[in-house]
Each structure stands twice: as C-alpha cells, then as structure tokens.
C-alpha cells in the first residue's frame, strides 16, 4: 500500500518558518516528480512547488518565489518544503504529492498519482 505521509504543519506567526516534511512507503518515488500543492479554504487546490526525480531542477510558484525550498532524498524517499518569511495568505492545507513524469515537473494535480492527506498551515499576522 502507498502511503504519503506529511509532517512539520501548525501555527507560526508572520514572518516565520515551518519546515513541511513528505514520507513516501509502498514504493520508490526516485524516478517521480514530487510536489506541494496547497488549498485554502473556499479556494481551489493549486501548485506551490515541484522538484524533478533527480533534484536537479525545482519549480515554484510566482507567490512562493524566493520563500520556499524544495528538497528531496531519494534514499529515505521523501520529500520537505522550507517555508520562510510566511504570510497570512501562505495559510493552508499543504498536500504533498508525487508520481509524476520522470521529464518535467507539472504544475496541475492531475499528474501526479498519489497524495498525502495534507497538514495545515496556519500563518497569524
């Protein structure tokens, strides 16, 4: 049985950090694209950050750009998202996500086959 499993979630004040964590067992992912995606409430699920299944590259969204590192360790098979500087509006279920073609790093959810039951986020201004 696949399982994601994040970690690392809670309430931080503006201008914080929080460090995500993304545990995969059941099978490899070292040949996956992995991602975060986030929800807010009332608001669709949307990309946050990806990373290609060899770390040599990482996509980000335009909101997240500069704040947020993704990492990846193919040996333990997980995943974490470094968030610093958070804001109000970074408030959210993050979900980690992975499957994903080994040739890019997508930014819908569609492309990716399995997901973690998320961990929320919670940023006080």
């Known amino acids: 049985q696949v399982r994601l499993v994040e970690s690392g979630g809670g309430l931080v004040q503006a201008g914080g950090s929080l460090r995500l964590s993304c545990a995969a067992s059941?099978?490899?992912?070292?040949?996956?694209?992995m991602a975060w995606f986030r929800q807010a409430p009332g608001k669709e699920r949307e990309f946050v950050a990806g990373?290609?299944?060899?770390?040599?590259?990482?996509d980000y969204a335009d909101s997240v750009q500069g704040r947020f590192t993704i990492s990846r360790n193919n040996v333990r098979n997980t995943v974490w998202l470094q968030m610093n500087s958070l804001k109000p509006e970074d408030t959210a279920v993050y979900f980690c996500?992975?499957?994903?073609?080994?040739?890019?790093?997508?930014?819908?959810?569609?492309?990716?086959?399995?997901w973690g039951q998320g961990t929320q986020v919670t940023v006080s201004s």
């Open positions: 059941g099978r490899t992912f070292s040949r996956d694209a």
């Open positions: 996500a992975a499957g994903g073609p080994q040739s890019g790093i997508p930014t819908t959810s569609h492309d990716y086959n399995y």
């Open positions: 990373i290609m299944w060899n770390g040599g590259r990482a």
